[in-house]
């Protein structure tokens, strides 16, 4: 019964999120089938809803990989959307140019959040100036001086957890990774003075994502009125920081992500203006919160559910603690190599986006595994399961297995499977700007935990809830806490 509901939720959210994808471009699209290699294989998808909906997506794509090879077509009621699968069709999806292939309107619904003055409100080039700010604001200087205060989040976070007890770990870490962000991203005004008010206002805005505004992002509904109204309140008080920094000599700035942005410049001189600042950092929000907190909640439940995984990252702290002490700094993140293996096999088993999407704007041909070349054309809806691509068994050995040594140094079942066998953060032209920034903080919680307290799942191992856009664990994941004496 539950396999079944997962099943249909996960069918039903694939559908949508395709659907979505396709809602205007179906009006718009001109199709031009004048391609010069043959079409991949066509599916109709009347002989897969039975699939589709007894066994989910991965069935579907599983069973079509196996007729029909690495690239097929779907037509989903007179859209068609082309799989590609593994990283050998994967090519051009991730790094074709932006007027070749793009994310198109799928993240359209989003413009209402992050405001029409960034990302999918600009046109292309200014989206890619924009992307570079984060890259400046989030490169390594600004991470490396990130690792104190998230340390210090961290600390004064678990110190207020008694000497034993039972939690939630979904409502810890979501709580705890804002308080991160708010330090790190948004900086101490945010930190120290609105926390409350401005966690309250964002977690309204994240739940205002409701599946028909996804659809009808303009529509006058009550839910989106009440995203609109959050939004507001969170862009004043934003704006209000912006000014107030704009109003300080810079000798007093702050160096932190949020000044970054403030003082990033396009390419034409022109400073970014306090409205995009405040889309900028309403999108780094958006991308790196839940995000981050789900993977530490499924982090936890393979460790804890995983014995020997267990002893290899607690035996891991140690030997830290014993070079670094009790002390925990940047160099000492980037030695945790077992830890970051086990997070990298949980975004294996767990990415938070199962499938990637993208719209084809100009003909292009794609060599499949098996050697075939299909022409794709203009206006094809193109997905990459990664889900699925990441359990392929000719990149990753004995694939349901939770296996971080397959990442380790010898092994490396991603890099010897070739580039975009691990596609959990994207990759190529869109690949994720919070990557490395993500790993520290999780890696920041977990050292912390493990190193102070004995934790038990209590809760069995988590379902996913494949009805929300981000999949997490369904329900409460419990996990019971004694703490330990300081190594
Ligand atoms: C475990 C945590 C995270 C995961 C699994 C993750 C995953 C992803 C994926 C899969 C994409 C690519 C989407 C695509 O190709 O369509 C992406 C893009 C992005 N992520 Fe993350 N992310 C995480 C954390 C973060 C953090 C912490 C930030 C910022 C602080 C962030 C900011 C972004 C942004 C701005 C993009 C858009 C890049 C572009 O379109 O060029 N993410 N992320």
């Not at 995203?227 to 209000?240: E, G, P, Q, T």
């Not at 993140?333 to 199962?354: A, D, G």
Request: net charge positive; proline share 5%; aromatic share 10%.
């Amino acid at each position: 019964m539950d396999l079944t509901n997962s099943v249909v939720w996960f069918a039903i959210a694939l559908v949508f999120i395709i659907a979505v994808t396709a809602k205007i471009a179906i009006g718009r699209t001109m199709f031009d089938p004048i391609c010069k290699r043959p079409c991949p294989p066509l599916v109709n998808s009347g002989s897969l809803i039975k699939l589709l909906l007894t066994k989910g997506p991965q069935a579907m794509i599983r069973d079509q990989h196996k007729k029909l090879g690495s690239v097929f077509t779907v037509s989903f009621f007179g859209l068609k959307v082309t799989f590609l699968v593994g990283p050998e069709a994967s090519g051009h999806f991730y790094q074709g140019l932006e007027s070749e292939i793009s994310h198109g309107n799928t993240f359209e619904f989003l413009v209402p959040i992050f405001g029409k003055e960034v990302g999918y409100g600009v046109d292309i080039p200014t989206r890619t100036e924009q992307m570079q700010f984060y890259n400046e604001a989030l490169k390594l200087s600004t991470r490396r001086s990130n690792v104190d205060p998230m340390v210090k989040e961290v600390e004064d976070y678990f110190s207020k957890w008694g000497q034993h007890g039972v939690v939630d770990l979904k409502h810890e870490f979501d709580k705890l990774i804002m308080l991160i962000s708010s330090r790190c991203l948004l900086g101490k005004e945010v930190r120290e003075k609105m926390f409350g008010e401005v966690y309250m206002l964002f977690r309204e805005l994240y739940n205002g994502m409701h599946l028909t505004s996804v659809l009808f992002p303009y529509a006058p509904s009550p839910v989106n009125r009440r995203r609109d109204r959050a939004r507001s309140k969170l862009a004043k008080i934003l704006v209000d920081i912006v000014r107030s920094r704009n109003a300080a000599s810079s000798n007093q700035a702050e160096r932190d992500v949020l000044q970054t942005l403030i003082d990033s410049k396009y390419k034409d001189g022109r400073s970014t203006t306090e409205a995009e600042v405040t889309g900028f950092i309403i999108m780094l929000l958006f991308g790196g919160n839940h995000t981050s907190s789900v993977t530490s909640t499924w982090t936890g439940a393979c460790l804890l559910s995983h014995e020997s995984c267990l002893a290899a990252v607690v035996e891991e702290q140690k030997k830290i603690i014993g070079k670094y002490g009790n002390h925990v700094d940047y160099n000492a993140l980037q030695e945790m190599n077992t830890l970051h293996c086990c997070i990298k096999e949980t975004l294996r088993m767990h990415p938070v986006q199962p499938i990637n999407l993208r719209k084809v704007h100009k003909n292009f041909t794609v060599r499949t595994r098996e050697g075939n070349e299909y022409g794709i054309p203009r206006g094809h809806t193109l997905a990459s399961p990664v889900l699925y691509n990441n359990s392929l068994p000719h990149i990753y050995k004995d694939p349901d297995a939770y296996d971080p040594d397959r990442f380790s140094v010898g092994r490396e079942e991603d890099r010897v499977g070739g580039k975009f066998s691990y596609t959990s953060f994207g990759g190529g032209r869109h690949r994720c700007v919070g990557e490395a920034y993500a790993y520290m903080q999780i890696k920041v919680i977990w050292s912390h935990l493990l190193r102070n307290f004995e934790l038990k799942l209590v809760s069995p191992f988590p379902k996913t809830n494949w009805s929300k856009l981000v999949p997490e664990p369904k329900g409460k994941v419990m996990v019971s806490f004694k703490r330990v004496a300081a190594a």
